[in-house]
């Protein structure tokens, strides 16, 4: 049926139905058991590059070139609202899970929030300096991961329209992000054009100062993150110290307890005060996975 390349399939929730999303600039749904076609949904002007099905079983989202995202009536097979706003390829859609909201990544480099009912944008998420190529929801609708050609993740706050969490630390691209559970709770999961599959563990516990601190099993510590302040300097390759740097201050150095532990650090946010007699808490080994914690650090795991 179609007649051009099938970027985005996606089941129904009751898994019925098939939505196909073409370059071809349609869209089509198809009968899972009869296997025909029982919509094309024309509009688009451009490529239809991701579609998804809506939770509440009555509507598709499609995200296109043409720089818009459509929703669509499933059972009538008509456009019922046009989201305009991006200024580029929209790359990747995607429903909370009451299916009240939607986000859409884009070539621009920004990811939106909009409300399905109204059609109208909520906000506008700026931070990735590349393309945005992949978005996704908590199990809560709270919180949204977005992956970029900037080679990082972020995790951006619903109600605020602020990013909390940057996640540092690929060679390349990151193309494909999941998430299971809510904030504090949650895993993430992220394809890379680095050829890896990550899966981070995103915890939040009380600790002091409201930061963030990701490592991994190997003892490479790939990001801290301050989510109150945006202070961010990357700090490259270095061999069982952690730099903390202060606005301008020469940065200093915070010994390792562990020997022969070699540390990563990718990516470090400023705490509004660090305290002198800072230290690296002892190392633990738990289930098979390493643990370091720095002082007044919320603590997220990484594991490869």
């Known amino acids: 049926g179609h007649g051009g390349i099938v970027r985005s399939v996606v089941y129904s929730l009751k898994g019925d139905r098939i939505v196909s999303g073409s370059w071809d600039s349609t869209v089509r749904l198809w009968d899972v058991d009869t296997g025909e076609c029982i919509h094309t949904l024309h509009g688009h002007s451009s490529a239809v590059d991701s ?182 300097q990357d700090l490259g390759r270095l061999n069982r110290e952690l730099l903390i740097q202060r606005g301008a201050l020469t940065p200093s150095a915070l010994p390792s307890d562990r020997e022969g532990a070699e540390k990563e650090f990718v990516m470090v946010s400023f705490l509004p005060e660090w305290y002198e007699q800072s230290e690296v808490a002892k190392v633990e080994e738990r289930s098979g996975c390493t643990k370091a914690c720095i002082p007044g650090l919320d603590r997220g795991q990484l594991e490869e």
């Open 51 to 232: 579609v998804v099905y809506s939770p509440r079983g009555d509507q598709i989202a499609s995200g296109s070139s043409d720089s818009t995202v459509r929703l669509w009536d499933v059972d009538s097979g008509e456009c019922v609202h046009t989201l305009h706003g991006h200024n580029g390829w929209v790359r990747s859609v995607v429903y909370s899970s009451k299916g009240d909201r939607i986000a859409s990544g884009s070539f621009d480099r920004t990811v939106r929030l909009w409300d399905v009912d109204t059609g109208e944008c909520i906000y506008i998420f700026q931070g990735h300096s590349d393309i945005v190529r992949s978005v996704a929801f908590s199990a809560n609708g709270d919180w949204i991961a977005s992956g970029s050609n900037d080679k990082s993740v972020k995790l951006w706050d619903v109600e605020t329209g602020m990013c909390q969490v940057t996640i540092l630390g690929f060679t390349s691209g990151v193309i494909s992000v999941a998430l299971e559970g809510d904030f504090g709770t949650q895993c993430l999961a992220t394809g890379s054009l680095d050829k890896s599959v990550r899966r981070w563990w995103i915890t939040e516990e009380e600790a002091g100062d409201n930061a963030v601190l990701f490592w991994s099993s190997s003892h490479q510590v790939l990001s801290v993150h301050n989510l109150s302040f945006d202070d961010v």
